[in-house]
């Protein structure tokens, strides 16, 4: 069965410093989306994006965020300069037609993002 | 905007026993309402989805869910639970109005004891 892929599976960066979180969707999915989890938290919804433009960001993704499909099979997220509480799981998503709040968002197995 | 409350924090049964994880929610419209559960060191797996219709909804591993508008609720239940089924749960949900935004519960660790 087709999965959703992250790598890495953690990543340890210092306050500051600039990370990407890179994500695989499933091929024939639409619609990208990213999401993070403070630990022992909820998971909150960050980004979602479609043909190539964000379509729909929560409060929490500011300027420090930013996505990106640089070709036709990733999909990733960037935080220009870390902070510590930026420290927490980061969920990546596909679905396969967007713009339907009927259609089942598949979740990768997450990055763990740690800011020393 | 939309939200879900899930009560408990911590579920416990004994395997071979039925299980239920709590679900509240709150939507301006018709709520498109999820399951998905998160073993450890693993994403969140789809579990099942009330979109319309029955509101017995059948998903994965044996699950089910029971759709209630006037208690706003939708319960994930198992007939008889296995100690493989000890996760943690997470109900989420979607207003008609908001395509992209799902908003998820804060989870419930379902712990099943052989």
Redesign the interface.
């Known amino acids: 069965e087709p999965e959703v892929t992250q790598t890495p599976s953690h990543q340890v960066t210092q306050m500051g410093q600039e990370v990407i979180l890179r994500c695989v969707p499933i091929s024939n999915h639409l619609y990208f989306y990213w999401y993070r989890q403070i630990l022992g938290q909820k998971v909150e919804f960050l980004v979602s994006f479609y043909n190539n433009e964000i379509s729909e960001k929560s409060e929490i993704f500011d300027d420090q965020f930013s996505v990106e499909r640089p070709d036709g099979s990733n999909f990733t997220l960037k935080i220009r300069s870390t902070k510590l509480e930026d420290s927490a799981m980061y969920f990546c998503a596909s679905s396969v037609v967007g713009g339907s709040s009927t259609d089942t968002q598949y979740f990768g197995p997450g990055t763990r993002l740690t800011v020393l | 905007a939309q939200s879900v409350a899930q009560p408990e924090d911590q579920v416990n049964v004994a395997e071979g026993n039925p299980l239920t994880v709590k679900c509240t929610y709150s939507v301006s419209g018709n709520p ?1 309402l ?1 399951w ?1 559960v998160q073993y450890p ?6 579990l099942l ?1 009330y ?1 319309t219709g029955d509101n017995l909804v059948k998903g994965s591993y044996g699950f089910e869910a029971e759709f209630n508008k006037s208690q706003t609720s939708f319960h994930l239940k198992k007939p008889s639970a296995l100690v493989s089924d000890s996760a943690l749960y ?1 109900c ?1 949900v ?14 419930t660790r379902l712990t099943v004891k052989p």
């Open positions: 498109y999820f998905y060191n693993r994403g969140l797996q789809f989805k979109i997470f989420a979607r207003d008609k109005g908001n395509n992209n935004d799902m908003r998820f519960g804060a989870g």
